[in-house]
């Protein structure tokens, strides 16, 4: 057994997930005090301390451990604040919900798809949704909202088949709600947002998608308050589809630049 | 130098989790619903008021100050819905909303065995005024006087400005020389003033091209460009 394995056991149950609380509560200055905390803690019961171990620092640093129960805390934790919310009356018991269904039927995927299949079928509002995105957009029949939260400012980059986009956010997960809803994990995951800024043809290839050396790669680094999404080629083999065919084939991914349609 | 601003180019970091899911754990839900009703119920909206007892401002900058404000170790060891946890219930805590001590034993309960009933009830006020938010948006565009001081094809300077706890520059752009590819019409305000680093008023913003073998030399890719759109306050005249 770990000394690492024996530290653990030392604690009750009540202590680990105090502690773990605390590392939950991490306003800037919180954080820190938490993390003090926890290095200052008794980690380990003195008597099982060799000789050699005792010459080692006595509180090595526990800054990547996760509390055993990390998702159940989390889910009180979320579970707790919302209530209080509703309890004192910021929300109410329907916010959260509401807010959710919003994503599910008003603002999502199923509207940008829409967009791109009008785009394969007319040469003319390709043209002008890149060159004037809402402006285009708003000629469809598409919910209400469509210049809403995080699609206030948004620009189309069309592929062609000498030019890939690809769109991204280094500095947060900054997405183009209306047509795409909301982000997938791997958008927000600080790997992608590092590596595709760098070398976006290695990560298309992880993805799966592989550009050809001759084909450019355009990346769009989202930094201000305008939201990118891409307009993907129409795959071959579509002829005659009608638009709602089209468009359900059109794929989050593909309208982020990380996948063909 | 703040890690998290400098997210952009870092290497070393392993294959990336192509995980589709938005939300990968249910509770994740919850607090992105929470902070899009902040977001909808803030007070700088021009939006009608409502019965709701949420009193000040909370945007996009308060959440993003948070997660660039840790420390970096815990920036990538806290998944992203869990750093917009602890920001978010640290706000409402220091805000006086609730205390740490109700928070704690509430969270106590949800995770005994004999969970308490969902909170309910609320006015229907307070769900259509979030509603109308989703719908209409924050659009930061404004009218003005002001002129940009770069045209299209002209070559800019990215100023390096002071490091703050909340940039809307990305660091590996810091100290480079890009293009004006377009001179986005009107002028931009950001969500919040940012003090010496530049951006909160009404300004020209530009999509600016830039070469990434200039930013990463050899150690980047051979036919690519890299776009970013940045606020006037970040650029100067190239000497």
Redesign the interface.
């Known amino acids: 057994m770990s000394s690492e394995t024996t530290d653990r056991s030392a604690a009750s149950p009540q202590e680990l997930?105090s502690a773990q609380?605390n590392a939950?509560?991490?306003?800037?200055r919180?954080?820190?005090i938490a993390?003090a905390t926890a290095a200052a803690s008794p980690a380990f019961a003195p008597g099982s301390v060799t000789p050699a171990q005792a010459q080692a620092p006595a509180t090595p640093p526990q800054?990547?451990e996760?509390p055993p129960?990390r998702?159940?805390?989390?889910?009180?934790?979320?579970?707790?604040?919302?209530?209080?919310?509703?309890?004192?009356?910021?929300?109410?018991?329907?916010?959260?919900?509401?807010?959710?269904s919003?994503f599910e039927t008003?603002?999502g995927p199923f509207n940008g798809a829409k967009v791109v299949a009008r785009a394969w079928l007319d040469p003319a509002f390709k043209q002008r949704l890149g060159e004037d995105t809402p402006a285009a957009i708003a000629t469809l029949d598409l919910p209400?909202?469509m210049?809403?939260?995080?699609?206030?400012?948004m620009r189309a980059a069309v592929n062609s088949p000498t030019l890939h986009n690809l769109v991204?956010c280094?500095?947060?997960?900054c997405y183009p709600w209306p047509v795409l809803?909301?982000?997938?994990?791997?958008y927000?995951?600080?790997?992608?947002?590092?590596?595709a800024?760098?070398?976006?043809?290695?990560?298309l290839k992880?993805?799966g998608l592989d550009i050809p050396?001759?084909?450019?790669?355009?990346?769009?680094?989202?930094?201000?308050?305008?939201r990118w999404f891409v307009v993907p080629e129409r795959p071959a083999g579509t002829d005659g589809m009608s638009e709602g065919e089209l468009a359900k084939l059109v794929t989050?991914?593909g309208m982020m630049g990380v996948a063909k349609v | 130098m703040k890690l998290q601003h400098y997210l952009g180019g870092l290497e070393g970091l392993g294959p990336i989790d192509f995980e589709k899911r938005v939300f990968v754990q249910d509770w994740e839900k919850r607090i992105f619903g929470i902070h899009v009703a902040m977001m909808a119920l803030s007070t700088q909206l021009p939006l009608p008021a409502t019965p709701s007892k949420f009193k000040t401002v909370w945007t996009w900058a308060d959440l993003r100050k948070g997660a660039e404000s840790l420390n970096p170790f815990d920036y990538f060891k806290f998944r992203y819905y869990e750093k917009w946890l602890g920001g978010i219930s640290g706000y409402f805590v220091s805000n006086g909303y609730i205390t740490q001590e109700e928070l704690d034993a509430r969270t106590q309960q949800f995770l005994s065995a004999t969970p308490p009933a969902p909170a309910a009830g609320g006015d229907p006020a307070i769900d259509q005024r979030i509603n109308t938010y989703l719908v209409e948006g924050d659009s930061p565009k404004r009218s003005g006087a002001m002129t940009p001081k770069f045209a299209k094809g002209e070559k800019v300077y990215v100023k390096n400005v002071p490091s703050v706890e909340h940039t809307r520059l990305p660091g590996y752009l810091r100290d480079h020389v890009g293009i004006v590819d377009t001179v986005y019409p009107g002028l931009y305000t950001y969500l919040t003033n940012t003090g010496p680093d530049g951006v909160g008023d009404a300004m020209p913003v530009y999509c600016v091209q830039f070469d990434p073998q200039t930013i990463w030399k050899g150690n980047t890719d051979a036919k690519a460009e890299i776009y970013a759109d940045l606020y006037e306050a970040y650029l100067e005249k190239v000497n």
């Not at chain 1, 998702?71 to 807010?99: H, M, N, P, W, Y």
């Open positions: 997930a609380e939950l509560r991490f306003s800037r919180n954080l820190l993390g800054r990547f996760y129960n998702e159940a805390l989390s889910a009180a934790r979320a579970k707790a604040l919302e209530s209080l919310l509703i309890e004192k009356g910021v929300i109410t018991g329907q916010s959260v919900d509401s807010v959710l919003f008003q603002m209400k909202g210049a809403g939260a995080e699609g206030e400012h991204i280094t500095l947060c997960s809803g909301l982000p997938p994990y791997w927000k995951d600080p790997t992608f947002r590092s590596r800024a760098r070398e976006p043809r290695v990560v992880e993805f050396p001759s084909v450019e790669i355009k990346t769009w680094d989202s930094s201000a308050q305008i989050p991914e």
